[in-house]
């Protein structure tokens, strides 16, 4: 039972649903009532050109609209659409200032079969602000890489300044005009024609604001690179007793760019010649040579050279003359055992002489019985000089040897 209610009760409603349908159908389509109906339609700002008569701009962004009481039948208030109507509010046919303006629109187009209830009594707030022009410099900003082994030169354009005029809150904003440029890939030289923006300080573009001219001619050499080594030159002679070690440069090696005929011919780059008598400290800039037609990427034109020196300095050592090529049929009696020796040299390395990395000695050979003067010979390590040696010279005693009984070494032979 209560399954049959619940059957009747749907069938019920779905018959009411019809039937309002169809109630509703023969009102909208047979009667077809008068109603009343508010529709919101956008609102044409026109005349913006005139405000600059009063050093006022509109500020950008504003969409106005006003809100009409439509009246007219079903049908017609229900298919009517926005774009049957023209609402204008008309800037140079009223006095402004800046700031929120209360301004009367006019209602300029409508369908026929609609009537306006409030057209007499239309307005819309418009806010203007202070007309202001500045010049800002203008900046170039590449992306992107050019081919391997090319780098591009420095951007150029046919104007440096742009002028941007328009409202004061956006035209204070603006800190440069800047062309973009993409050079990914590219390996010639790039002339082209690119539009100008206004950006703020951070590089957002600002395009509430009128900008003067609006495009600039822009130049990028893009060249052959190549990476060479550095050449140091000096003139002149260290001072103080100081010897030149070595020469260091940083940075090693340089990237120059031009013409690729030119830079490949160009192994290395020289500097400018350094004076080692003149000398203030152990560095100094020196300044790059460059061909005619060649520039340097990333560089101001000095690199950093380090001179290395070491004093020279004078050494006394005491060392034992020693003997060679000694015959052992004989004895050897020498009137000095010891020399004294003065050697020069470089400090690091006379710091570093040892007794045993010098020979000195008296040379023997074919020396027969009897007293001999001979002079003593010292060998030194490479780098080392000889200053003076004392004695220069000694006396040798050679005499044969005998056994024993005191015979001759030799008779016995």
């Known amino acids: 039972m209560d399954e049959k209610n619940q059957k009747q009760q749907i069938i019920i409603k779905i018959c009411c649903v019809i039937a309002a349908f169809g109630l509703w159908l023969y009102i909208t389509s047979v009667l077809n ?30 969409k106005p609209y006003v809100t009409l009481t439509l009246k007219g039948t079903i049908n017609d208030i229900y298919s009517v659409n926005e774009d049957q109507f023209k609402v204008v509010v008309d800037l140079g046919a009223y006095v402004t200032k ?68 328009g409202p004061e809150r956006f035209v204070k904003l603006i800190d440069r005009g800047e062309i973009r440029c993409d050079i990914d890939g590219m390996y010639r030289d790039l002339n082209t024609i690119l539009p100008i923006q206004a950006v703020d300080i951070n590089g957002n573009a600002i ?28 003139t002149g002679k260290l001072n103080n007793n100081s010897v030149l070690d070595k020469i260091t440069v940083t940075p090693e090696k340089v ?35 460059l061909p005619k037609g060649v520039t340097l990427v990333n ?77 003593v010979k010292v060998n030194l390590p490479e780098g080392i000089k000889l200053v003076s040696i004392s004695p220069e010279n000694i006396t040798v005693n050679i005499k044969k040897k005998v056994t024993s009984e005191g015979v001759n070494v030799n008779q016995n032979q």
């Open 33 to 62: 009532p008068v109603k009343n109906y508010k529709k919101n339609i956008p609102v044409t700002i026109i005349n913006e050109d005139a405000l600059e008569q009063s050093r006022l701009a509109l500020v950008p962004g504003q």
């Open 98 to 165: 800046k700031g929120e303006n209360n301004i009367p629109v006019q209602i300029q187009q409508s369908p026929d079969n609609i009537k306006i209830l409030n057209s007499d009594n239309l307005w819309v707030k418009i806010t203007l602000d202070d007309l202001v022009e500045k010049t800002v410099p203008l900046k170039v900003v590449t992306s992107g890489k050019a081919k391997d082994g090319y780098y591009p030169g420095e951007p150029s354009t046919n104007i440096t300044d742009v002028s941007v005029k």
């Open 207 to 234: 395009g509430e604001v009128k900008i003067q001219p609006k495009s600039a001619e822009l130049k990028i050499p893009i060249k052959k690179a190549k990476s060479v080594g550095i050449n140091i030159k000096t």
């Open 255 to 289: 990237d120059i760019v031009g013409e690729e005929n030119i830079i490949n011919n160009i192994p290395s780059l020289d500097t400018e010649p350094i004076d080692l008598g003149n000398l203030s400290g152990d560095e100094v800039a020196a300044k790059l040579i």
């Open 299 to 375: 560089n101001n034109g000095f690199v950093k050279v380090k001179i290395y020196s070491n004093s020279m300095i004078n050494k006394n050592i005491s060392l034992d003359i020693k003997t060679i090529n000694e015959d052992n049929n004989y004895n050897t009696t020498l009137d000095a055992d010891k020399a004294v020796l003065s050697v020069s040299g470089l400090e690091t390395a006379i710091n570093n002489l040892k007794p045993e990395d010098i020979q000195c000695y008296v040379d023997l050979n074919s020396m027969k019985e009897g007293e001999h003067k001979l002079p």
